[in-house]
Every structure is written in C-alpha cells, then in structure tokens.
C-alpha cells in the first residue's frame, strides 16, 4: 500500500498529527518535497519533538526517507538529530535514509533569498531559509547534490563552476558575494558532508523493493496542494512540486491512496 498525507489547502492543517497517529502500520515514511519552511511538532509523553526535515514517523518503528524532491539544509538536519540525542534517540542509518539526488541548500541561497525579499516593495512573506532559490538552481541544473556534498573533492569543484554566477547575483542585489566561498562555511559543509554519507540511499529504488515485497509506505508532504508550482492560484505563494504528481516522480507505477486535510477555516 501507498498513501499520500498532505494538506488540501495552504498547510499548517493537521497533516503531521495525522502522520504520526498512523505511522505505525507503516514501514516506511518518506518527506517527498519542500524544505525547512515546513514545521511539524510531535508530542511523545512530555517530550516535543520540532521536525522541519524528518518524517513525523521517526517515533515509531518505520524506516524514514528524505526524497530527492527536498531542497535539503544539511545544518538544520543535523540540528534535528542533536536534538533526538539529546533525548536518547539514535538516528542512524537503518534508521534514516537520504537520495543522494537530493538539493542542498547553500549558504548563498539563503542569502539570495534575504537580500530578495528586501528588495520587493511588496513582501510576500518568504521564510529566507533559501528553499525557493535552491529549487531555482534545480530547475536550472545548477544545484548541489547530496552525492556531491558527500565526495570533498566533486563539492570543491562544482561549488567552484557555480562560485562567479551566484557571487554576481548577490553583488548585484546589494549584497556581499564573499559568502559564496567563505571558508568556515565550506569546511562546515564539507564537515557535514563527511557525516551524512553513510546515509545515503536510493529512495525510488527502497519503495519500490518495499512495494514489492508488500510492505507499506507513507509519503509526507510538507506543505498543501494550493502551494503546488502549477496548480496555486497565486503565483507568488507556491513550492515546487507539492502535488501527487510530484511524488509519483520517485514511485511512478503505483497507484497511491491519496489523502488531504482541510481546516476549518475552509
């Protein structure tokens, strides 16, 4: 079985509290799109769990995946498994699992982002956080990879290729282009780089062997169908690839159970 869990509407509808209350008769959750602008809080006894990249399911027995559809920040996840340690929890590979196709976020797209949003006379309430700019570099065949994050020498060289365009694109928005090839900043990535490598993983390849051998898997969305880059009404609040078609991308023959939250304002 395949299901879908996302919010019907703009998010922040519940879709995280449903994952967590069904997560259990699954075996694996896997996070599809979106970035760290998504926020899911998971109540277990007394202790809260904030999760921006983690499936809601990491509680409970399922395998969780990061699909290459995430624009990834590798600092922030490696903030969210700090804070499972800090509670006794373990997040090690067979436990999670990241595609080595999946998008980093680098230091100058959150910065791109910053330096955007001030520009425009009218806001449109971005998180900076440098998801949309991350998802632009993607579309562009300009992104970083997991599989690039994860080899020192590939990151080095392609952050190299891409160093004068984004360091252009910053100058020309009144910002300092020195970040693009900040050192502390590389070293940090390079570091984190190091420490994610042994989770890498095909996801596409995990839920169709799971499929196959009849297991069932959750895909999690982080954010609601109106936010969808082709289906919002309003162009100016969207994320890439939110709808079902977007997580078919990863498990293209299946025919998944859909399933949406709406709140009340609707």
């Known amino acids: 079985m395949f299901t879908i869990i996302t919010d019907a509407q703009f998010g922040d509808e519940g879709k995280g509290k449903i994952v967590d209350l069904i997560a259990k008769d699954y075996d694996i959750v ?11 809080t998971v109540k277990a006894r007394d202790d809260i769990y904030k999760l921006h990249l983690i499936p809601s399911g990491i509680l409970l027995d399922a395998r969780v995946l990061i699909e290459s559809g995430v624009t990834l920040n590798p600092e922030v996840l ?6 499972f340690e800090k509670h006794g929890i373990e997040i ?16 100058y797209h ?11 006379e009218q806001k ?69 780089g190091r ?17 196959d051998e009849g297991k069932h ?20 609040i969207r994320n890439l690839f939110l709808y079902n078609h977007g997580l078919c991308l990863c498990q293209p023959w299946s025919r998944p159970y859909k399933s949406g939250q709406c709140d009340s304002y609707s």
């Open 30 to 40: 896997a996070r599809f799109q979106g970035g760290n602008n998504a926020g899911h």
């Open 78 to 83: 490696a903030e969210e498994i700090m804070m």
């Open 92 to 107: 090690d590979t067979r436990k999670l699992g990241i595609d080595a196709k999946t998008s980093i976020i680098m230091p």
């Open 110 to 120: 959150i910065e791109l982002d910053k330096l955007r949003e001030a520009s425009r």
């Open 124 to 192: 449109i309430g971005t998180t900076q956080r440098g998801i949309g700019y991350a998802y632009i570099d993607k579309i562009a065949r300009d992104e970083i990879r997991m599989a690039e994050l994860i080899d020192s020498k590939l990151f080095l060289t392609r952050l190299k290729e891409l160093a004068q365009q984004k360091e252009r694109e910053i100058a020309a928005m009144g910002g300092d282009p020195k970040i693009v090839m900040d050192s502390t900043l590389i070293e940090r990535y390079i570091e984190l």
């Open 195 to 211: 420490r994610f490598a042994t989770y890498i993983t095909d996801v596409s390849m995990e839920i169709n062997e799971a499929l």
């Open 217 to 236: 898997v959750m895909a999690e969305a982080a954010q609601g169908t109106h936010l969808d880059i082709h289906y919002t009404w309003n162009p100016k």
